[in-house]
């Protein structure tokens, strides 16, 4: 299994304040990482440092063949290698409110990829098919269910066929029956090759559908490996914190 | 049958937009007349004691008739100045100057405003038979001035069919143009001082300009340019006007002029002011006579129906519209670009342009438009409707670049970043992201300012477009009453925003609930 996304080394500080220190990571193709910690260990700057919308002060990241470095963010013009191959979904899908569903997840092929609209239309339907949404295909984002927006938004961003989906606490705003839908359409994802880095503080659906868990606490990746292992035998206090914590 | 119940609706919701408009346009007759009407109850003495004759003038008329001292800028001076202190003393009281516009001293002094009007008020039937008007105690000539290349061609009125003449709106000069207007084709311009139509002369925006001879060798002085074709086109007269009830007074007034033209103290204030000749002698000899020279113009039937007015009204409503709509494409495409370029520019491209919004903001647009229009003649020289759409449409789209930088900025980041991460570049963004959501929350208070844009297009008069509201006050000059004209003009108005707002309300719905 090949690497889709390696992190060496990544450091973000604000002012004199470290947020994230020293961190390491490995996602392998047709992994699901599960990359937990409570509330401001620094999960959503991991993911957001990836994406390529928060500057970092050291270390690399690279996903497939492109490498981000430390400084100043990059214009988007020079950083449509990277767009390709990371797939983002926002904790609060942050779906484009004017757009339907299709529109939604056709806009960035038509006008980011040039590809015809005819295509693209065809490829959205075929996605929001496999998520289950395709009868949401004329609705706004403002008709739609958390579960529905939220398969929107993979489907949105897995219209630019991406290498590496990043999703920033997708279980948030799902009850007990959804998060065991979302489990098995990551578990899919995974399957067609893609590697998943998934922010949550949510032990049991980690534990359920995660291939490796790896551990935040105050923005040092405190432990990392097999799910199971991790979750089961936790070796930090952080862990045991994070397994204790009454929401957890 | 589904098609007709469709057209039933739209016939009732036509009907109830209708009686709306007219309901409120009722409401502000209402208003209107009470504050308009002849108050003839109230003692003009409460408001002014006994020992005070308060008389009003327009001081921007300027020298000989009434003008502010230029070594006391307190006190006023001028010909129509000496004759009120004459009337006041003849009445034992003290003149007392009140500074009225020109276009109102007629509906001023029968509100109550002063007690008598001298500021080269012309004697025309209409105000004959709405106020009571003093003897005549000036005659002038209505003479036409035109550049000095044209003065073989221009000769009189007959050899400018077709061509743009000049005048001050509400004069003798404007009935007699708007008369020709209906026989050759001549265009009447219409100004609200009489500085500018010389100096448009000079500048070749009009051919000719008609007015009082007195005010044309005044400008031939000042602003030269131009040569007074000596046929006169016509004779008027200059009066005091009162209140219609104050006809005693008028009968005051005249005996005490009478005794001034007799003991030649008239003639001396007239000689002071150089506006003394044969043709005034002959006109003191034939009202002493007790029979003033009779009027050469003829102006039929100044009063009327308002449908003699209507086309022009509504020829009027349409440049409003037009106008409106020009400017507003102007405001809003200038002000996305100025938004644009407030949120997305580099610091100093920031500041330029907070720089430009601040003053097209904190400057009167009325000023705006005289620079454009009056103050780069000399640079360039723009016809008067362009200068209109470009002055409104500069002074809106500073407006409207507070809406949209404001809308733009209200756009969730998260809208923004998810962008970002589907490969769309900050111009696509732009355009397919921010600004489409941007519009929806610009929309209300865009159309609220399309609303006020079509009022304030009411001020490019000054720049000599006749637009509704200067076209009401015409009709409003000429028939006395600003009571059928106003409510005939706040009925245009609301008609033309009232579907507007309609449109806007709807298109909010569907984008709000679809």
């Known amino acids: 299994m090949s690497a889709v996304l390696e992190v060496r080394d990544l450091a973000v500080s604000r002012g004199e304040q470290h947020v994230l220190k020293g961190l390491d990571l490995t996602v392998a193709s047709g992994e699901i990482w599960a990359l937990m910690g409570v509330s401001g260990a620094g999960k959503t700057t991991v993911l957001r440092s990836i994406a390529a919308l928060q500057p970092f002060s ?15 963010l990059l214009p988007e013009s020079r950083l449509r290698a990277l767009r390709g191959k990371v797939g983002m979904v926002f904790q609060a899908h942050a779906l484009f409110e004017h757009l339907s569903v299709l529109d939604n997840v056709t806009l960035s092929p038509i006008h980011a990829l040039g590809v015809t609209r005819e295509r693209a239309e065809t490829v959205a339907r075929g996605l929001l098919e496999s998520l289950g949404v395709l009868a949401r295909v004329d609705a706004l984002p403002r008709q739609l269910s958390g579960g529905e927006a939220q398969r929107v938004a993979i489907a949105r961003a897995l219209a630019l066929d991406p290498l590496l989906l990043l999703m920033d606490e997708p279980t948030s705003a799902l009850d007990p029956a959804r998060r065991g839908a979302l489990g098995d359409t990551l578990r899919a994802l995974a399957r067609s090759g893609r590697g998943l880095l998934i922010s949550t503080h949510d032990v049991e659906f980690a534990e359920a559908h995660a291939d490796r868990v790896a551990v935040l606490s105050h923005g040092v990746l405190v432990e990392h490996g097999a799910a199971r292992d991790v979750l089961q035998r936790p070796q930090h206090a952080a862990t045991r914190e994070l397994l204790a914590s009454p929401d957890a | 049958m589904a098609r007709r119940a469709r057209v039933v609706a739209s016939t009732r919701r036509a009907v109830a937009i209708t009686l709306r408009a007219l309901a409120l346009a009722f409401l502000w007759l209402l208003t209107a007349c009470t504050v308009g009407a002849p108050d003839v109850s109230s003692a003009r003495s409460s408001s002014a004691p006994v020992s005070v004759l308060r008389w009003g003038g327009d001081a921007e008329g300027g020298a000989p008739f009434v003008e502010a001292d230029p070594a006391h800028p307190d006190s006023m001076r001028g010909f129509d100045v000496s004759i009120a202190r004459m009337i006041a003393s003849g009445l034992g009281r003290e003149p007392e100057f009140v500074q009225v516009a020109y276009a109102n001293i007629d509906a001023s002094v029968e509100r109550g405003d002063f007690d008598v009007g001298l500021s080269g008020v012309e004697d025309r039937p209409e105000l004959r038979e709405r106020h009571a008007l003093s003897l005549p105690y000036f005659e002038f000539r209505e003479v036409l001035a035109v550049r000095p290349e044209d003065s073989t061609r221009y000769r009189s009125l007959i050899d400018l069919a077709g061509k743009r003449v000049a005048t001050l709106g509400a004069t003798l000069a404007y009935q007699m143009l708007l008369k020709e207007e209906g026989r050759s084709g001549l265009i009447p311009v219409s100004y609200d001082d009489d500085v500018h139509p010389y100096t448009d002369l000079a500048a070749g925006r009009v051919e000719a300009v008609l007015l009082d001879h007195v005010i044309a060798e005044r400008s031939l002085v000042r602003t030269g340019g131009f040569v007074i074709q000596p046929q006169s086109a016509a004779m008027g007269h200059y009066v005091a006007i009162f209140a219609r009830a104050d006809s005693a007074l008028r009968d005051s007034a005249n005996l005490i002029l009478r005794d001034r033209m007799r003991d030649g103290s008239l003639e001396q204030v007239f000689r002071q002011w150089k506006v003394w000749d044969d043709g005034q002698a002959q006109h003191f000899g034939r009202v002493l006579a007790a029979a003033p020279a009779p009027m050469q113009l003829a102006i039929s039937g100044a009063g009327g129906g308002f449908a003699r007015y209507l086309p022009a009204l509504l020829r009027a409503a349409a440049i409003t519209l037009l106008l409106s ?56 020289r723009l016809p008067a409707f362009l200068a209109a759409v470009i002055g409104l449409g500069l002074n809106y789209a500073a407006y409207e670049s507070e809406i949209y930088r404001s809308a733009l900025l209200a756009i969730p980041r998260a809208q923004l970043e998810a962008a970002r991460t589907l490969g769309l570049s900050e111009f696509q963004i732009l355009r397919l992201v921010r600004g489409p959501q941007a519009l929806r929350l610009a929309l209300a208070p865009m159309t609220n300012d399309f609303v006020a844009l079509l009022k304030d297009s009411s001020l490019v008069s000054v720049i000599t477009v006749v637009e509704l509201t200067k076209q009401t006050a015409i009709y409003a000059t000429n028939i006395g009453s600003w009571a059928v004209p106003g409510m005939l003009c706040a009925a245009l108005y609301l008609m033309m925003s009232l579907p507007l707002s309609r449109v806007a309300r709807r298109l909010e719905a569907r984008w709000s609930h679809a």
């Open chain 1, 58 to 72: 050291a270390g690399f990241i690279t996903v497939g063949n492109v490498t981000l470095k430390p400084g100043a």
């Open chain 2, 325 to 380: 709509t020009l400017a507003m494409a102007l405001a809003v495409s200038l002000g996305a670009a100025l938004a644009a370029g407030r949120v997305y520019g580099p610091a100093p491209v920031r500041g330029m342009l907070s720089v430009y919004v601040e003053v097209m903001r904190g400057t009167p647009v009325l000023l705006q438009l005289f620079v454009l229009y009056y103050g780069l003649s000399g640079v360039v």
